[in-house]
């Protein structure tokens, strides 16, 4: 299990260049390979590559995804309120693609940060219109929806 969640994060931070710069990815990418450590050391053993094993990888990355998402939001509200580095909205809308728009909603909410800026606002229900259409797509290729 660790060596399939490490190749496709890996695969990730080749392809999404925006990834490549985003320190809340590297803090992501170690919650998941150390959640898939402890499960396969502790918990059960999983063959790798297998369907189970990408729905324990969905389930892990959902809640890692959000988890960061709101703790970059806090960061980067903490350092508005400082006048210190802000960290790149680039890097917001980017693990909100990857889905962390439910963790960015609550963190926009509890935070009060970004919820007036309408550029970024646009962004954000874009990215998540994004998310919606490409899961339709998904499901409607692998025919669960007729």
């Known amino acids: 299990m660790v060596i399939t969640f490490t190749s496709i994060l890996a695969a990730m931070l080749i392809l999404i ?3 490549q710069r985003n320190p809340f ?29 990408f729905l324990l990888f969905l389930v892990f990355h959902l809640v890692a995804i959000n988890f960061v998402t709101i703790v970059a939001y806090g960061v980067d509200k903490r350092a508005a ?8 909205e680039i890097q917001l809308h980017t693990l909100e693609l990857l889905g ?38 998904i ?3 692998l025919n669960i929806l007729s």
Do not use: D, N
């Open 25 to 53: 990815f590297i803090i992501y990418f170690g919650l998941i390979v150390a959640a898939a450590y402890y499960v396969e050391t502790y918990c059960f053993k999983v063959t790798p590559f297998v369907y189970k094993t």
């Open 100 to 137: 962390g728009w439910p963790g960015a909603f609550i963190a926009q909410r509890l935070f009060h940060h970004k919820t007036k800026k309408k550029s970024f606002q646009s962004m954000f229900w874009l990215m998540l219109f994004l998310q919606i259409a490409a899961v339709w797509y």
């Open 139 to 141: 499901l409607k290729f």
């Open 81 to 88: 309120i400082k006048g210190k580095w802000r960290v790149p």
């Open 17 to 19: 260049r925006p990834l």
